[in-house]
């Protein structure tokens, strides 16, 4: 017998929907196979991976808290990857949109007033967008591989955190411990919904509404569609691919630094040397297990987050290493990868006998 | 002939006992099916030594179907193939060139950085020495009058040269039947009549050539019989060089073929819409044809067409004159204003419209639907697709329906994505798109290719009355009779010059086949 995967004349609607389901179903199955090959019950560690931290407030909050940040990051990275450019930096973008976003706090914290949270997620979106615009630029103008050099910039921007905080921004009154000084009360964003959440979280939601919309209705949706699966038709429709990777980018980085500064000024409250346990990296898989639609994203991010709370859960209690959670994840992009081809191929299974070498091939 | 008759006759026909004791080929009963689409359904046919035979057909008809199971490509669903009046199973290609059946592809499957001798090496089961390959190159491609010269550089090479390297690959393997999908497709007429006197030659020493082509013309001058398929089935068996053209049309598609005539009624014509002036540009790649001073006026109510062979530098014309490559301002103008530098939004919002060679890929997206793939070139053009930003699917939805219907575009549902659609039917879209429009200029490349009789007459229509309402049409093509049935002027391409646009009626095949070889004459001959 053999598997033939035969292309299908149209995208599959129904697969289209079902692809991520059937990547979360592979992945907690390959997930329980490592849970039990390392000696656990693989029912009860998936229980506690998967299950548990939606079952008590505290963890249902923190799963709200981590979601936040992948999916205001994943939305970005979305419209990148749709127009077929490769922001793999976003995690840069979240770090130095942070840093922007905490120029006000940390250099006049004396500047108090209602424009200081406004303005500090206006900088860190203007922040975010110019580190993403350093390789856009590059692929624009020298035809570099945005993959590399966004990636690249990542370390430089923690590495421009870590001396900040070590040096010039260090708090001090904070006995040489390498943090910035507290945030104050006018830079901290407010908690809503009886504090189950931050600002930031409705924000987030906002966003990835509008940014649905606007994929889905606006002739600039649309370009964006269109550069990303056939650049040469693109062209032909009167887009330019150069001014949309500058968008692109601009765009994901912006909303990467919004998230950042986000996060340092709601759940944090200082700058420290790490404020991402990978946000950026985490965001790639939530935007493709979303399948590139902010509305699908919203939901891929709480899975994800989920995967750092159960990461922890599974921790504590079974004394499982905390890099499962890595390893998950990094599944659950493999399979949401692999399941896409069903969209466009479907799986046949053949029964030959007698016969040799491959027929498809001229 | 009637056509009633013959469309009658062409169902209810009895195959004739061709086969005998010269039967090469015997193929009885082949059945091929894709999903619920009968490719081929009981196919019988016939192939005798030193036979050119013919197989015609529209697109879709079952042609390729067929030959890729002769040549094991494909795995027929039912029926068997007779060779030499054994049953055989022909499980892949490697089978098939054991048997000695060979073939020429009409996308070619050369590797452009390596040479001659390199790229047939790789194609054979036991190349040998590469000195000893490539003096059995040179003596059987010279033998054949197909001279080659073993240590040139693919890359370097005009397409009619290319063509003989896929040929003398083929007959290394001493095939018994060769088969040929459109071979002259890309060549010159010269080169066309070169490769005929080896086809004539192969007959003659006993080989058969199983011969697809949309060319009826060529099809009566050199072919012994011809099959024709319609909707995977065998619908008559002839020999061509009793029919005329017009009959074999009218087997193919079943029905009168409408002729379009461009030349019976004079154009009234006016001022110059569209004018290039020394447009000239560098190759962007090392593949790429650089345009030398190309200068053009076309006119208000003329069609006029350029002819030359593939990769001569169309492409590059057209992706000046659309705007996809920018130029000098004045080098290209639309009724009179400067646009070189213009992008291809601008353009058509000056009422220019533009249809690409390649359909999927550049004149549409194949994953997108085709009322989004009429915002792609309609969303600036004021056809109320697009309002405050947003893209009214209701207002595209309406125009895909009224091209389907004006155009006969056919589908297997509503609205499908464009990839699903046939080529001939996907062109008549692609370029019903932009006639509904009733565009000032219209630039064409290559409007019928790969489109079957009765769709290429309607494009053809379509394009001569454009103009005939005062629109300027300027046709690109490789396609000489296409080109003499509607152009009312004739220029040729070759190697990015453009000769000087000449009234068709002056114009010969012989005359614009000379300007097609340009220069070329001195590389193509290697002797």
């Known amino acids: 017998m053999r598997i033939e995967l035969v292309k299908r004349k149209e995208h599959s609607q129904l697969m289209a929907m079902l692809s991520p389901l059937i990547a979360v179903a592979l992945t907690a199955l390959a997930a329980g196979i490592i849970f039990s090959i390392s000696g656990h019950n693989p029912l009860v560690a998936l229980y506690k991976f998967f299950i548990e931290p939606l079952t008590q407030q505290w963890s249902f909050e923190a799963t709200i808290d981590k979601a936040t940040p992948l999916i205001l990051i994943a939305c970005g990275l979305s419209v990148c990857y749709l127009s077929n450019n490769w922001n793999i930096g976003a995690e840069g973008q979240f770090v130095i949109g942070a840093l922007f976003g905490s120029i006000l706090p940390v250099l006049f914290p004396s500047f108090e007033n209602a424009a200081t949270l406004p303005l500090m997620l206006i900088f860190g979106a203007i922040g975010g967008a110019l580190w993403a615009l350093v390789p856009a630029l590059l692929k624009t103008r020298f035809n570099t591989n945005e993959i590399l050099t966004s990636l690249m910039l990542v370390y430089v921007a923690s590495l421009i955190l870590d001396y900040l905080v070590r040096g010039p921004w260090r708090d001090p009154d904070g006995y040489n411990f390498p943090e910035s000084r507290i945030f104050s009360d006018a830079a901290t964003l407010p908690e809503v919904f009886g504090g189950a959440m931050s600002l930031s979280a409705p924000i987030t939601v906002l966003i990835a509404i509008i940014l649905a919309i606007v994929l889905a209705k606006t002739l600039k949706g649309f370009e964006i569609r269109v550069m990303g699966e056939s650049p040469r038709a693109g062209g032909f429709a009167g887009f330019s691919a150069k001014g949309l990777t500058l968008f692109s980018f601009a765009l994901a980085g912006g909303l990467a630094g919004l998230a950042g500064t986000m996060e340092v000024s709601g759940a944090l409250n200082q700058l420290l040397p790490s404020i991402s346990p990978g946000y950026g990296f985490t965001a790639i898989i939530v935007a493709f297990l979303g399948r590139l639609n902010p509305i699908g994203i919203i939901i891929a991010g709480f899975v994800l987050a989920l995967s750092y709370i159960g990461g922890e859960g599974v921790q504590s209690a079974m004394g499982v290493t905390n890099e499962i959670a890595s390893v998950i994840q990094g599944l659950l992009l493999f399979f949401v990868l692999a399941c896409d081809t069903l969209i466009l191929y479907r799986i046949r299974f053949v029964s030959r006998h007698g016969s040799q070498g491959e027929a498809s091939h001229v | 002939m009637s056509d009633n008759s013959l469309s009658q006759n062409g169902n209810s026909m009895v195959q004739q006992p061709r086969s005998g004791k010269d039967t090469l080929l015997d193929a009885r009963g082949l059945t091929k099916r894709f999903g619920d689409i009968l490719a081929n359904d009981r196919v019988d046919l016939v192939i005798n030594k030193g036979e050119i035979h013919a197989l015609l057909g529209e697109n879709g008809a079952g042609k390729s179907t067929l030959v890729k199971m002769f040549y094991g ?405 490789q396609d000489l009779d296409e080109i003499f049935e509607i152009a009312d002027r004739i220029a040729v391409i070759s190697r990015g010059f453009l000769s000087e646009a000449e009234p068709a009626e002056d114009m010969t095949r012989e005359r614009v086949g000379l300007l097609m070889a340009g220069g070329a004459e001195a590389q193509g001959e290697v002797a």
């Not at chain 2, 393997?173 to 066309?192: G, H, K, N, Y």
């Not at chain 2, 009234?268 to 006026?297: C, E, H, M, Y």
Request: proline letters at 5%; charged letters at 20%.
């Open chain 2, 73 to 477: 490509s494909l795995e027929p669903d039912g029926g068997d193939i007779l060779w030499q009046g054994t049953p055989v199973t022909i499980g892949n290609p490697a089978a098939a060139r054991e048997l000695g059946i060979g073939m020429v592809f009409q996308h070619f499957s050369l590797f452009e950085a390596l040479s001659v001798v390199e790229n047939i090496a790789l194609a054979l089961p036991n190349p040998g020495r590469m000195t000893e390959l490539a003096k059995r190159i040179e003596n059987v491609s010279r033998d054949y009058g197909l001279p080659l010269n073993p240590a040139d550089i693919v890359a370097d090479l005009p397409v009619g040269i290319r063509q003989r390297i896929e040929i003398v690959r083929c007959l290394l393997q001493e095939p018994q039947l060769i088969i040929m999908d459109e071979p002259t497709s890309v060549l010159t007429p010269q080169e066309a009549d070169q490769l005929f006197l080896t086809l004539d030659r192969l007959a003659n020493e006993g080989c058969a050539v199983l011969y697809i082509s949309h060319r009826l013309e060529e099809v009566k001058r050199i072919c012994h019989h011809a099959t024709i398929l319609r909707h995977g089935q065998v619908v008559r068996e002839c020999d061509p060089t009793k029919e005329t053209p017009a009959s074999l049309a009218s087997m193919m598609v079943g029905a009168d073929v409408a002729s379009v005539s461009a030349s019976e009624q004079k154009p009234q014509v006016g001022d110059v819409r569209l004018g290039l002036n020394g447009l000239s540009a560098k190759a962007a790649t090392p593949f790429a044809t650089a345009l030398n001073s190309i200068s053009l006026d076309l006119r208000a109510g003329e069609v006029v067409a350029i002819a030359g062979v593939a990769g001569n530098g169309q492409g590059e014309l057209f992706d000046a004159i659309s705007g996809e490559m920018p130029v000098e301002a004045s080098m290209v103008q639309v009724d009179g204003k400067a646009c070189g530098k213009k992008n291809i939004t601008w353009r058509r919002r000056q009422n220019a419209a533009f249809v690409p060679e390649e359909r999927l890929g550049h004149g549409a997206v194949p994953g997108m639907k085709l009322s989004q793939n009429i915002v792609l070139t309609r969303h600036s053009t004021g056809d109320k697709l697009v309002g405050n930003g947003f893209v009214s699917n209701a207002q595209a939805g309406d125009m895909e329906k009224r091209i389907k219907q004006n155009f006969d575009v056919r589908m297997s549902h509503d609205d499908p994505e464009a990839r699903s659609l046939s080529g001939g039917n996907l062109q008549k879209f692609v370029v019903g798109r932009e006639l509904d429009r009733k565009p000032g200029v219209l630039v064409v490349n290559q409007p019928t290719w790969g489109v079957d009789a009765g769709a290429a007459a309607l494009i053809r229509q379509a394009l001569i009355d454009l103009a005939r309402e005062g629109s300027a049409v300027l046709v690109i093509s």
